[in-house]
């Protein structure tokens, strides 16, 4: 029998553990430096008014952005009063309030008759807004009106700012070529995660894709390739059809001006000195001239056919970087860098004779000085450079940022030389990389890079003083096309791996990779009503085989999704809910083939995934 005492006991008890649940925690990604839940929530309905400070035209059109959404997922548009928001205290509504914030800062308060916004900037308002979208049921992403949603946000107090300043996003159109609607939606989807640097991989020794008006065989003839490479590159095998893809200068002009309303900066990449057989195929003159037939190429790859430092390709490089000034507003302008063979520098009269007279020790100290001519002139125009981490051989340019790629070595160094450094490490950040078991997946590069490895990735290295690690200016996930012809296979790539990216940039919270993938599996959602083609093995366990005797492999399996059991089976059948669970590590023979499946509450969720011995 429970006493009186006891019952008192027990509904103390059962009020604390209400408590303890509190109200769902909503699933934002990047996670918010600060977030605390009330109680109730703010409806949004055809009489909520936006109030906004008048004249400001910036968050004007951010909340234009949010009637867009409201009126293709809900039906309805709030009204608009544009003037001096106070006035309207106490009347129902989203209060947009300059408050002088931090830049990209946002602070959002809300009640159950109040929504109160604060920024100091339109950056930090847009933010707001992407955060305000995913307090919002799911259905806010759909592209048709959704009946019988309760549109309203969680009473809440939100308090984030950015971790980094530079939050990037890049993807090479030159491997393959991707027209503007689907980089305009690329953009949006940064902008969602509070991503804002777009880095566009224009040239390539498979193609030039930007419109150069002075150099107009850049794009008639280097767009194209007269065909591609089927499967590795190593494969021998081609299409036989030509490829080819440009952007006219008209187009980039619309794709800035869209980004930058999004807060996102374009930064173009003109490589130089390597990966330019593109621009060399239109114009050999620009090369050593050592061969008899320059061409576009149609594999991947690293070629030694490269600018040589001479007059006429310096004009060249400072005509098209004329134009790619103009084009782009960004402070940073990318030069590539990469991958510079030297061996046609190494047999060039030309190059070799430049060494003597400039005094330098080698090639590399050639590239070096090829690197500081180009920012030299680069500075002259009030633009800064950034490129990747071969731009450290023979010396770092004056004023260069370096995009660290070849791990973290060389971020560390430019760091060390109090060189601002983007980290976008291979493979860690190469979303070209395998995201799940390669007998399994599409064609990818490399070895896997799972979505737990990037995300458990820390940008800050170390080894760094406290000093030093201030250089670290934020991070780019590397979206490189070898093997992403299409859109779809972008975003099956990119996406949900991204989001960690993202999170790792924006985010000051901290890691936690089951609150991430709580998060992340309500966050999939959005990205389904958005139509994103991300890839879907978050519910599929991912088993891993490890050396062991001729005869024995040992077997690891994990899944993303939270709260699942993987259940298996070792005779080829189908797993089911009453299958052995996995525990632990455990060994299989030749004659074994793993086959499992995650299930949650007894139902499988994602789908069933088998490894043989090989
Ligand atoms: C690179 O991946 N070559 C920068
Ligand atoms: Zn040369």
């Not at 953009?187 to 150099?215: C, P, S």
């Not at 070895?447 to 800050?460: A, I």
């Not at 062991?548 to 709260?563: C, F, L, N, R, W």
Request: proline residues 6%; contains cysteine.
């Amino acid at each position: 029998m429970v006493s009186r005492r006891g019952l008192i006991i027990l509904a103390v008890l059962l009020v604390s553990c209400a408590k303890v649940q509190g109200p769902a925690e909503p699933q934002i990604i990047p996670q918010p430096g600060f977030l605390q839940m009330g109680e109730g929530s703010f409806r949004i309905d055809k009489g909520t008014t936006l109030f906004v400070e008048a004249g400001d035209s910036a968050v004007l059109r951010t909340v234009g952005f949010f009637n867009d959404r409201l009126k293709e997922a809900a039906g309805f548009t709030l009204k608009v009063v544009s003037d001096d928001p106070l006035r309207h205290r106490g009347e129902k509504g989203i209060f947009w309030l300059d408050a002088g914030l931090k830049e990209e800062a946002y602070s959002l308060i809300v009640r159950p008759d109040m929504v109160r916004v604060e920024y100091g900037s339109g950056a930090g308002a847009f933010y707001a807004l992407q955060t305000i979208l995913q307090l919002l049921p799911d259905a806010v992403f759909a592209s048709a009106p959704q009946r019988g949603v309760e549109w309203a946000l969680p009473c809440c107090d939100i308090e984030d700012e950015p971790r980094f300043p530079y939050r990037g996003m890049h993807l090479d159109c030159c491997l393959h070529f991707f027209d503007i609607p689907f980089l305009k939606r690329y953009i949006d989807l940064m902008a969602l995660h509070k991503v804002n640097r777009f880095h566009w991989h224009l040239t390539e020794d498979q193609g030039w894709r930007l419109e150069i008006k002075k150099y107009p065989l850049l794009t008639e003839k280097g767009q194209w390739r007269k065909e591609t490479v089927v499967g590795s590159l190593s494969s021998g095998i081609y299409d036989g059809k030509p490829y080819g893809g440009f952007y006219s200068q008209e187009e980039v002009r619309d794709l800035v001006q869209y980004a930058a309303e999004r807060y996102v900066t374009i930064i173009p990449e003109i490589e130089i000195p390597g990966h330019s057989l593109a621009a060399i195929s239109c114009y050999p003159e620009l090369s050593c001239g050592l061969e008899d037939h320059y061409e576009t190429a149609t594999r991947w790859g690293i070629f030694r056919q490269v600018y040589c430092p001479k007059e006429e390709t310096f004009k060249f490089l400072e005509d098209v970087f004329d134009e790619v000034i103009e084009l782009f507003p960004s402070e940073l302008i990318h030069i590539g860098g990469d991958e510079c063979p030297k061996t046609s520098w190494k047999q060039c009269p030309h190059c070799q004779a430049l060494i003597k007279r400039e005094g330098l020790k080698d090639e590399f100290e050639l590239q070096s000085w090829f690197i500081q001519r180009m920012e030299r002139y680069i500075n002259s125009k009030g633009r800064q450079i950034i490129g990747w981490d071969e731009i450290l051989q023979g010396g770092l340019a004056p004023n260069a940022k370096v995009m660290s790629w070849l791990g973290e070595e060389g971020g560390i160094k430019a760091a060390q030389q109090h060189h601002e450094v983007v980290m976008s490490p291979y493979p860690k950040y190469y979303l070209d990389y395998w995201q799940g078991d390669p007998d399994s997946e599409p064609l990818a590069m490399g070895g896997p890079t799972l979505l737990r490895t990037m995300y458990d990735y820390e940008p800050v290295p170390a080894v760094l003083t406290e000093q030093e690690r201030r250089y670290i200016i934020g991070v780019e996930g590397c979206v490189w096309t070898e093997y992403m012809p299409t859109p779809a296979r972008v975003e099956y790539m990119a996406w949900p791996r991204m989001c960690a990216i993202a999170e790792a940039g924006w985010s000051r919270a901290g890691k936690d990779w089951d609150g991430f993938t709580r998060r992340l599996e309500t966050h999939l959602g959005r990205l389904d009503r958005l139509g994103v083609q991300y890839c879907r093995n978050f519910w599929d366990p991912f088993i891993d085989f490890h050396k062991d005797t001729e005869y024995s492999k040992v077997v690891t399996m994990s899944v993303d999704a939270p709260g699942a059991e993987i259940r298996y089976t070792l005779d080829g059948s189908a797993p089911a809910a009453s299958s052995t669970l996995y525990e632990g590590p455990f060994v299989i023979n030749r004659q074994q083939r793993v086959t499992a499946a995650a299930y949650r509450d007894g139902k499988r969720i994602g789908n069933i995934k088998y490894k043989d011995f090989k």
